[in-house]
């Protein structure tokens, strides 16, 4: 496994990474962490690798876009001197451009995701004595021609050039979904196409677990 021991591990995003997490830090036993895929990771890390003494750090919150991420990136990730990070986001950018057509206040172009991730990851890169992950945004819809679907892969574009540009381990989420979604229809994994049933979050847990060389 590329994660080295005694390694903390800190995982941002939105509500899908969020899932009920403790807030202001998602940190500890019981459901600090939440019930979504960042525990499903934790678990199974602690339970096949117990030598390794990870630490796993929970810190999505719901709603968040990129410009969020910004505005709290200093207290919740630089502050807490991850050895390795995982970011996730990108879903709500695109969401609101959809859900909030109106209200242009609460959408992030592409040109803006891109700058703003950017600038998150030249920041941080350096700072990290262990890895970056970058995971693609989703949306559980296997239609390409869907609009929203269409948009979402255009940002997953961006994190996937990124991953490459940085040297950053790539998780691509849609693919992920996109490979189940062969034999199941979308609302059995999520009734809104972006808030996973467990089903969901195993197959986000298993694309995370797979990229960092996890071995039962």
Known sequence: MLIQPNSKLLIIGDSVTDCGREHPIG?????????GY???????LEA??????????????GGNTVCDLQARWQSDVLDLTPDWLVIMIGINDVWRQFDSPAQTEWHVSLADYQQI???LIKITRPRLKGGLVLM????????RADPMRKMMDSYGAVVKALAAQYGAILVD???????????LHPMSLAWDRVHPTASGHFILARALLKAIGYMW
């Open 27 to 35: 940190d500890g036993r019981m459901s600090a962490l939440g019930n």
């Open 136 to 143: 693609t945004p989703y949306f559980i819809e296997p239609h």
């Open 38 to 44: 960042v525990s499903f990771c934790a678990g199974l």
């Open 173 to 183: 989420t849609q693919a992920a979904f996109d490979e189940v979604l062969l034999h």
């Open 48 to 61: 096949t690798y117990p030598q390794h003494g990870l630490r796993v750090i929970n810190m999505g919150t």
């Open 117 to 119: 991730l950017t600038q």
